[in-house]
């Protein structure tokens, strides 16, 4: 087609975004029941969707063919509430993914650079490469850990942002505030620091506290989510927290009805579900100490996690991961982050764990663990 010859040159080269095989598409290529099929691949809720949130998903049925508010107002004037934050610091996307295309759109373009860790979530270098931005990806530490120090000796002139993903998937490492402390000391104040910290609300460790940073002036946005803590992963709302000045930047590729009705409204009551919240990090815990149990008594390598997934060292992880779905268990191969022999397995309930434990203990005896 003539016409691929006009597509923009960065975009040519970009390697698409791959997520975590849905159930139905495995029970298609498998031969399976999707009953019988266990996901495990995108670090969901563990317990569905916020009982709150899909009440009010309910209450605004008959309103849906109203436009939503293109402001978000109800929800902006409750979490500012519950931040400490003033309204007008606030971004609405769907998704926080959406505002990391936001921060693309506004700072990105051949010249400009990005700083990242290596092995840290994948649509950053995505974007950059869309936009034709540098992508300089700093090696880790041992353990898989961000290199903070590292990552600020990166910066060079042109960079324009650095992300700082916290706890970072898929390696679930979380950086402490001592380091973050140092971190925003050495970076320049023109480049804006990018916390994103999609599973801050069920971090299993403690979360530092990146929003004093914007609340002193630093150059730096939180971005937060309702999808991994509230269940909302499928109505698509995030945000982000930032000096008014920058969101004002960052709200002019916005589309005024980005933030859907529905969406604003679940949000809004998930808000309220402290149970839910708190119940759904009990589960996590639990199986943060199965999946470690799981991998001593098999002797397989992983990394400590501070979210709700974990990465095992499997030996060819993509191999793995078609084993285990013709299992009937979907987990997610790592080679899009250059782990080839790391698989990611977000957390279930005790049964959803346990039929991975089942089905990775049967691979053991195959000799293909
Ligand atoms: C680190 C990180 N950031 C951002 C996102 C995007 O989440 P959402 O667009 O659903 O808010 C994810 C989703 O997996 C993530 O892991």
């Known amino acids: 087609m003539k016409i691929l010859d006009k597509i923009n040159a960065p975009v040519s080269k970009v390697k698409p975004y791959q997520p975590g095989r849905p159930i139905e598409d495995v029970a298609r290529d498998f031969g399976l029941y999707p009953e019988d099929i266990v996901k495990l691949a995108s670090n969901e809720s563990v317990l569905g969707v916020s009982p709150k949130a899909q009440k009010a998903l309910i209450d605004c049925i008959a309103n849906l063919h109203r436009y939503p508010d293109a402001g ?3 929800l902006r004037d409750k979490l500012s509430q519950k931040m400490g934050m ?10 926080s993914n959406e505002i990391l295309v936001f921060l693309a759109q506004v700072f990105l373009a051949p010249g400009k650079s990005v700083v990242a860790s290596a092995h840290a979530f994948v649509i950053y270098k995505i974007l950059s490469a869309m ?4 992508f300089i990806e700093v090696p880790v530490k041992d353990g898989l850990e961000h ?4 990552m600020a000796k990166a910066i060079r002139p042109e960079t324009a942002l650095v992300f700082v993903c916290n706890p970072n998937n898929p390696t679930g490492t979380l950086i402490s505030q001592e380091e973050i402390e140092r971190f925003m000391d ?7 620091v990018v916390f994103d910290e999609a599973y801050a609300e069920i971090c299993l460790g403690e979360m530092p506290d990146t929003l004093s940073f ?3 002036g630093k150059t730096c946005i939180v971005l937060r989510t309702f999808s991994k803590a509230y269940g909302l992963a499928g109505v698509r709302i995030g945000y982000g ?3 008014a000045e920058l969101i004002s930047e960052l709200n002019k590729p916005r589309q005024p009805f980005n ?5 604003q409204n679940m949000a809004l009551a998930a808000l309220d579900d402290d149970e839910f919240l708190q119940d759904s990090i009990a589960v996590y815990k639990l199986a943060k100490q199965y999946y470690e149990d799981l991998c001593d008594e098999l002797n397989l390598e992983y990394i400590p996690s501070y979210a709700n997934f974990i990465l095992i060292k499997t030996g060819n992880g993509g191999d793995v991961t078609n084993k285990l779905m013709s299992l009937g268990v979907i987990v997610r191969p790592m080679q899009p982050y250059l782990l080839d022999e790391w698989i990611r397995v977000s957390f279930g309930t005790a049964e959803e764990n346990e039929a991975f434990g089942v089905a990775i203990k049967k691979l053991r005896q195959e000799n293909n663990v």
């Open 241 to 243: 927290m930032a000096s």
């Open 147 to 150: 290199d903070l120090e590292a």
């Open 131 to 134: 936009m034709g931005a540098d």
């Open 72 to 74: 978000a107002w109800e």
């Open 259 to 263: 933030a859907n009705l529905a969406a």
């Open 214 to 216: 914007v609340k002193q």
């Open 186 to 192: 050495q970076v320049p104040d023109d480049i804006l």
């Open 86 to 95: 003033d309204t007008d610091q606030f971004i609405f996307g769907a998704g």
